[in-house]
Nanobody
Framework: QVDLVESGGGSVQSGGSLKLSCKVS????????KGWFRQAPGKDREEVVV?????NIKYADSVKGRFTFSYDSDNLYLYMHNLKPEDTALYFC???????????????????WGQGTQVTVSS
């Protein structure tokens, strides 16, 4: 099992910046793939950025050039710049277990989720 706790959300004006953090604890080595996802009111949850078990990082087109993902042994970070009202959502960090046969995961199919942190961008 792995536990994830997000922090750093808040309210900013359009063009502003925020940094989200996610504390990861538990059996981290079994869940090498991580990511940030978001869900806006009335919409499906969407992938923002993921890292696979080969440490490849993939960003959603909507955030490329504005968001930066980083991590260390215990935390995930999401640096968000030039925020837009359409970035308003509940942001989640998540972790995925590697496949038993190929020892690979993409980060896009998490097994565990954090509770979420709200980001609100006003125009």
């Amino acid at each position: 099992q792995v536990d994830l706790v997000e922090s750093g959300g808040g309210s900013v004006q359009s063009g502003g910046s925020l940094k989200l953090s996610c504390k990861v604890s538990g059996q981290k080595y079994k869940y090498p793939c991580k990511g940030w996802f978001r869900q806006a009111p009335g919409k499906d949850r969407e992938e923002v950025v993921v890292i696979d078990s080969d440490t490849n990082i993939k960003y959603a087109d909507s955030v490329k050039g504005r968001f930066t993902f980083s991590y260390d042994s215990d935390n995930l970070y999401l640096y968000m710049h030039n925020l837009k009202p359409e970035d308003t959502a509940l942001y989640f960090c998540a972790a995925e277990k590697a496949d038993d046969v190929y020892d690979y995961c993409s980060g896009s199919h998490p097994n565990y989720w954090g509770q979420g942190t709200q980001v609100t961008v006003s125009s």
